[in-house]
């Protein structure tokens, strides 16, 4: 029996679980989408401001919510102040928090 049956009269989760367990293809940045990223990400460090990033791991993306406390660009990483570290490789999307 499928834990979620009752369910299904009130909205169609089959069509939702679905949705949240499959996995998305990492998406293909042109130039100018890299560099307001990058720009985006100066800015905050420059600020000392909080951003939400998202990214890519393992076919599903990730929300990480943080200020940055140091960026290694010889390492291509970013390190919060909760000592997590991004590397730009993941990053799929960057917004500043509120």
Request: proline share 5%.
């Amino acid at each position: 029996m499928n834990k979620w049956s009752p369910f299904t009269s009130i909205i169609s989760t089959n069509n939702l679980t679905k949705d949240l367990t499959k996995p998305i293809s990492k998406p293909c940045f042109s130039e100018e989408q890299i560099k307001n990223m990058e720009n985006q990400i100066i800015e905050a460090y420059q600020t000392k401001s909080s951003l939400i990033f998202t990214i890519y791991n393992q076919g599903f993306p990730i929300n990480i919510i943080g200020q940055i406390k140091k960026i290694n660009a010889t390492n291509g990483e970013i390190i919060l102040i909760n000592q997590k570290k991004i590397y730009f490789t993941e990053i799929i999307k960057v917004i500043p928090s509120s």
